[in-house]
């Protein structure tokens, strides 16, 4: 049984910053794949994020140069850094991991941007 844990969501005006962390924790021997994603109201779950092992990254094209991923692997957690946060980034955001034992997901964490 695989366990995720998400905290770090909140809100927060627009321009301010924000920091997500998802622990793993359970039998997963190695982790492959660590990510975010998000769904706000009315539109698909998509990807914010992702790190494989040897720490190259993937952005969506929408927080390219404001948020940043990194994961720390002792400890089986990955985490998100969210800079000059927009309305638009309101949603609820989803951690994401693939180990060897298979894809398992956080229960969200919700994250506003309002004034």
């Known amino acids: 049984q695989v366990q995720l844990v998400e905290s770090g969501g909140g809100l927060v005006q627009p321009g301010g910053s924000l920091r997500l962390s998802c622990a793993a924790s359970g039998s997963i021997f190695r982790i492959n794949v660590m990510g975010w994603y998000r769904q706000a109201p009315g539109k698909q779950r998509e990807l914010v994020a992702t790190i494989v092992s040897g720490s190259y990254t993937n952005y969506a094209d929408s927080v390219k140069g404001r948020f940043t991923i990194s994961r720390d692997n002792a400890e089986n957690t990955v985490y998100l850094r969210m800079n000059n946060l927009q309305p638009g980034d309101t949603a609820v955001y989803y951690c994401?991991?693939?180990?060897?034992?298979?894809?398992?997901w956080g229960q969200g964490t919700q994250v506003t941007v309002s004034s």
């Open positions: 994401l991991i693939v180990g060897n034992t298979g894809t398992y």
